[in-house]
């Protein structure tokens, strides 16, 4: 497999980032990394956040654990700034992750063409 593609594997599979730091692009491998890491970290506080609000609620209604009752809490706290903001953290982590891979890939050709030789 050639370094372009691990490069792309690593970015695509592992975690954006992952084949720059592959390729010894140190800078912008962390770069990437730190983005998707804090993408995660606050769409999972707002998971976090909007189960608590919804287990918070159910006992307040004495406990019961009716699906229908649990989804239709889950359907009334999903609106709001936190909901608008993790969507927007959503979209960050997936631009940020694309452009890790094509990144990583156009970093792993430039580098093939250095290496070849010339004819």
Sequence with gaps: MSRSTTAVVLSALILPGAGHLYLKHTRWGLAFI?????CFWFILTQAIQQASAVLEQLESQGGALDAADIAGLVGQSQ???????????????V???????????????????????LQ
């Design 95 to 117: 631009v940020c992750w694309v452009a890790s891979i094509v990144d990583a890939h156009r970093l792993g050709k430039r580098e093939a063409s250095r290496a070849a030789p």
């Design 34 to 38: 730190g983005v998707s890491l804090v």
């Design 79 to 93: 609106g709001g700034a936190g909901s608008t903001a993790a969507s927007m953290a959503v979209w960050v982590l």
